[in-house]
Structures are given as structure tokens and as C-alpha cells.
């Protein structure tokens, strides 16, 4: 698999775009989290470590990493996009409980399975995936979770992927 940087710039020539010194310390940095992570958070950590960099260039690099699949939007809650590396990464999904706000990662080999299935029928190649389920945890319910209206929020749970 090719380094990260090389897939970054591969890209970016291919827009007509340079690879500059602040793309690639964005990059770095968000290698560096490792983890889910908000514009607002990357921003404030690349100027604690010294970098002079604009919330402009960090929004509009996370959308070009978008574009080139080097990460994606992760999550969404009434506040914020959070966003994650997943070129070259396993597949991460998560449930979201939408009264609560908890956030539990899972993994499913039977959504693999399945991604990989309805990709080879319809002669895709699979990348990658992103699952996340909304759902009211036990917690929110007061621990039974039977009291949970299913279509609640339903609206909310529609993702355009």
C-alpha cells in the first residue's frame, strides 16, 4: 500500500493542485490523532504545536483528504463533523444513542461479509465501508431499552452514504 502522502499527492496533482508544506503538516497531524478528531480540535492542536495555519486551509485540506479517500466523515452530532483516516485502516463502525449522545465501536464480520458480497455482485471493488447505527442505549430508557420508540428519530438516522 502506498504511503499516505504519495496517495495525497497523487491526488492532488491529478486536481491541478500542489502538495504545500501546510497540506502536508494537516496530514501529519491528523495521522498523528489516530482517532476520530473535529476541524475545531485539529486546528486548535496544530497551533499549540506551532504551526501557522488557518481554519480556511484546514477546512478546505479535510475536504480534499475527503475527496482522495484518505478520510471520511465519521460522525455527525447537533454540533460538530467529526472525521477519520481510513485509507488503509479496518473498517470502524459505531452506535449512537440519540438521546444520550454515547458512542460504542463495533466490529461485525458479517458486515464485511456483506459489503464484499453486494460489492463482487454488482462488479465493485470494496474499499471500505462505514456503518453507524442510531439507537436509544439502555441507559437513556432507564436500563430496560423497551420502551424505545424504533421510528423515533428515524429521520435522523437517514445518511446519505
Not at 486548535?44 to 466523515?73: N, P
Not at 460538530?80 to 485509507?87: G, T
Not at 431499552?145 to 437517514?158: H, I
Amino acid at each position: 500500500m502506498a504511503p499516505l502522502c504519495s496517495v495525497f499527492r497523487r491526488f492532488l496533482r491529478s486536481q491541478n493542485l500542489k502538495y504545500t508544506p501546510e497540506r502536508a503538516d494537516i496530514l501529519s497531524a491528523i495521522i498523528e490523532f489516530g482517532d476520530v478528531f473535529e476541524a475545531e480540535e485539529l486546528l486548535l492542536r496544530m497551533r499549540s504545536q506551532g504551526h501557522d495555519v488557518s481554519k480556511a486551509t484546514i477546512y478546505r485540506t479535510i475536504h480534499l483528504l475527503q475527496d482522495s479517500g484518505i478520510i471520511t466523515q465519521a460522525l455527525f452530532d447537533s454540533k460538530q463533523a467529526h472525521y477519520q483516516l481510513i485509507y488503509g485502516k479496518a473498517p470502524r463502525d459505531f452506535m449512537i444513542c440519540m438521546k444520550t449522545g454515547k458512542l460504542v465501536e463495533f466490529t461485525s464480520p458479517e458486515l464485511i461479509a456483506l459489503r464484499d458480497r453486494v460489492c463482487r455482485e454488482l462488479g465493485w471493488q470494496p474499499v471500505g465501508h462505514r456503518f453507524q447505527i442510531y439507537a436509544i442505549s439502555p441507559e437513556a430508557t432507564g436500563g430496560s431499552g423497551e420502551d424505545a420508540d424504533p421510528d423515533a428519530g428515524a429521520d435522523a438516522a437517514t445518511s446519505d452514504d
